[in-house]
């Protein structure tokens, strides 16, 4: 799976009101950009056997609704990955040491998304719950972000 193909399969993918019936904050198109930079990120992450974390409650929610459209998700997740995108949350089973922490997780992402996103493009996903009004915002701290991304350039 090349970033291309993931980029062009997930901004071919229709989202149906089914997808936000537990996901109502608001606006609606930020939580659906933030989904797209999500599934986008989880190309990276499939392509080197990661698993990242999930930095907003809302796009999660978004998620579970895209998941539980089975035969789309299924059928994205051909199209984009090559394979099955599973989900993996906490409290589901006994822990995979091999996972990480949560901590480490949400590191990956911003990795992850370092080499999905296009050039100038901003991520929505570290602040997007308190962007929505989440009660009890997930999210990534931005100066965790930065130093994430300085490290990047500079082994880089």
């Known amino acids: 799976m090349d970033r291309e193909t993931v980029a062009a399969a997930v901004a071919a993918l229709e989202l149906p009101e089914a997808v936000f019936k537990t996901?109502?904050?608001q606006p609606r198109e930020l939580v659906e950009t933030g989904l797209r930079q999500w599934l986008r990120c989880c190309g990276a992450a499939l392509r080197d056997d990661q698993i990242i974390g999930m930095p907003s409650h809302a796009v999660d929610e978004a998620?579970?609704?895209?998941?539980?459209?089975?035969?789309r998700y299924?059928?994205?997740?051909?199209d984009a990955y090559g394979r099955f995108l599973h989900h993996h949350p906490e409290g589901a089973g006994p822990p995979n040491p091999a996972h990480g922490t949560m901590a480490q997780q949400l590191g990956r992402t911003v990795v992850a998304w370092s080499m999905m996103r296009e050039p100038g493009e901003e991520c929505v996903l570290w602040d997007l719950d308190r962007g929505v009004g989440v009660e009890n915002p997930w999210g990534i701290d931005a100066t965790r972000v930065e130093?994430?991304?300085a490290e990047l350039l500079r082994t880089a």
Do not use: D, K, N, S
């Open 23 to 25: 996901c109502p904050w």
């Open 63 to 71: 998620w579970h609704g895209l998941i539980l459209c089975t035969q």
């Open 74 to 78: 299924a059928r994205f997740c051909t």
């Open 147 to 149: 130093a994430i991304e």
